[in-house]
Every structure is written in C-alpha cells, then in structure tokens.
C-alpha cells in the first residue's frame, strides 16, 4: 500500500505541475511503463481523484485538492511546526510520521488522499478525495508525561472550529466528534517507542463536506461541516490551520500544566453525559447511565444496582441504550 500512494503521488504531483498531459508524456517524465501508467491514472480515477481521461490525454481537475503552496506557507506564518509533509497520497498521514527519521518538534503530515487509513481499534478511515480533511501531528513525549491525549486533543479540535463560526458541536468518549449524535469526525492517537521516550502521533480526520454521505461505507450516521456552520463551511486550508494552532498549543500547556484544564472542557462537551448508554467490552455488555470521565480520562458508567464502573479506552465500544 505504501507503494501504491507513492505511485499515486508522483503522477498526481506531475499532472498539478503539467495540468494536462499524456500517457506517453508522464511515462517519459517519471521514466515508468505506458501500461504502469495507466493503470495508475485509472486507480486514481477510480479512488475519486477528478482525472479526465480522453485519446491518451489527462486533465487533472485541481480544485478539489488541497491548495499546497498556500497551505505550506500559511503553516511557516505560524512558526509552530518543525516540519510539514504535504501530500496528494500516502498510505496514512500517522504512518508517514512514523517513518520520519526526525524527531525534534512538532511535525504535520497531511494529505489529500489516505491508501489505508485507520480509526480506533484497526477500523478503516474512509474518505473521498476533495471532502475531507486527513491530517497527523506527532511531538516526542516522555513515557511520564503520557496522558489522555485523545480527549484534550478533541477538545483542542472542538475550539478550532468554534473559533471559526462552529456552533452545536459535541465530544464522544472516547475520541469522536459528533454533532446531533452524528460522527463528524475521529482522533487516533498513537505512540512509537524511541530510544529515550516516545513519539507522539495524533491522527486526525474530518469530513468537511460529502457529496454522498449515503454511499459511504460507514456503520455509524455520519455528518459534516455543513451541519456546524450556518454561514457558509470554511476552506479546509482554514480548517487546517485552525487546528493545527489549538492542537500544539492546549497539547504543550497540558504537558506542562497538566490535563485538568481540558478535561473539564471536555466534561462541558460530553454528548452522552446523563445518557442511557451501552458499553461492549469483549464478550460483555454493561447498560447504565453515562456518567462523565474520571481525573485519567477513564469512561464512568453508572449502573443499574447505583455503583459506578470505569473503563479505559482499549477494547471498548460505547453507543446509546436504543442504538445498541
């Protein structure tokens, strides 16, 4: 799958450069087989990139992409990030942090188009090219200093788009932002062991606005930025810089301020707080009233009997009493 992205990226960078090409042109340029070609500018076609392939000739239609060099230079204005990989197509934006041999400071990685990309619990990430945000930050952290990450970084998330106009937004434990009981989007925080601490990696994904939300391949009801702002959905380059600002700087004050701040914000925006709720862990399933998060970020179920059961993040799946 790597490969396939990288494949994807080279012809999807030489056609934005070109803006029409052939076949025989892109073989030349990137010095691959006709065949290799175009069987790569079909797959790309076929992902949902906008190609227009007529006689051997390709347009590529740019306005659904990001807007990378205003992006870039909008991100250097910020001084905040110490590198920043943008990308047409990757594999996955935590991945490709994974793979950076630099560790120093706050890195992004952000990209057009996912070849794999992954939610909570090894569930697939889908989004369409040009209707959503992908987006990964990653920071080395002591193993000391680790913390629920996941929920101050949706609260970092929610102010963002709050800053922008956002309005009836909401935080499902553990790292899903929702709106009317819909998933607006979702956060992956993940850790790589280096020699001295960890690397901290913070996936993020959005839907900004679907054409199609019903042919998705989604399990849960989805909503996008449509359903948040009334006066027009921002251009996810302002998405992007809005969260990468609250994320890097609610992130480094919880670091050296500890997470209080955020997860009583997070307490404000717990849809589910009061709700009839149920929480399937492994083979169980527990029924309850939604109770909040404990001072670790732990999920607090109050049940039937009055007593109160807490669950970290791990293998646990929590939905409304009448969703099952």
């Not at 709720?277 to 999920?299: L, M, N, P, R, W």
Request: with cysteine.
């Amino acid at each position: 799958m790597i490969e396939e992205a990288g494949h994807f990226n080279d012809v999807l960078k030489s056609l934005v450069v070109r803006s029409e090409s052939s076949v025989d042109e892109l073989a030349a340029l990137l010095q691959r087989p006709k065949l290799e070609i175009d069987n790569t500018l079909h797959a790309l076609q076929h992902s949902g990139f906008p190609l227009d392939i007529r006689d051997s000739r390709v347009t590529l239609d740019q306005s659904a992409l990001l807007k990378h060099s205003e992006l870039r230079q909008r991100l250097e204005a910020l001084d905040l990030l110490a590198s920043t990989s943008l990308s047409y197509s990757v594999d996955s934006t935590n991945a490709e942090l994974k793979r950076d041999g630099e560790r120093s400071g706050w890195r992004l990685a952000i990209a057009d188009y996912q070849t794999q990309g992954r939610g909570r619990r090894g569930r697939s990430w889908f989004s369409s090219v040009g209707e959503g945000i992908s987006m990964s930050l990653s920071r080395p952290i002591s193993q000391s200093a680790l913390g629920p990450v996941s929920l101050v970084v949706g609260t970092a998330v929610v102010n963002a788009l709050m800053d922008l106009g956002g309005t009836r937004l909401g935080l499902k434990w553990p790292n899903d932002l929702v709106v009317a009981d819909r998933k607006l989007g979702g956060i992956l925080v993940e850790t790589q062991v280096l020699e001295d601490d960890l690397l901290l990696v913070i996936g993020i994904g959005l839907n900004h606005r679907l054409r199609n939300p019903e042919h998705l391949p989604m399990k849960v009801p989805i909503a996008d930025l449509s359903s948040v702002f009334d006066a027009g959905v921002p251009s996810r380059e302002d998405v992007v810089i809005g969260i990468v600002q609250h994320v890097v700087k609610t992130v480094e004050h919880s670091l050296s301020q500890g997470f209080l701040t955020a997860l009583q914000q997070w307490q404000e925006l717990d849809c589910y707080k009061g709700r009839a709720v149920c929480v399937h862990q492994e083979s169980k399933t527990y029924f309850g009233t939604a109770h909040g998060i404990d001072a670790e970020g732990g999920f607090c179920l109050k049940l039937e009997d009055g007593s109160t059961r807490e669950f970290s993040a791990g293998e646990v799946s929590l939905r409304l009493a009448e969703t099952g």
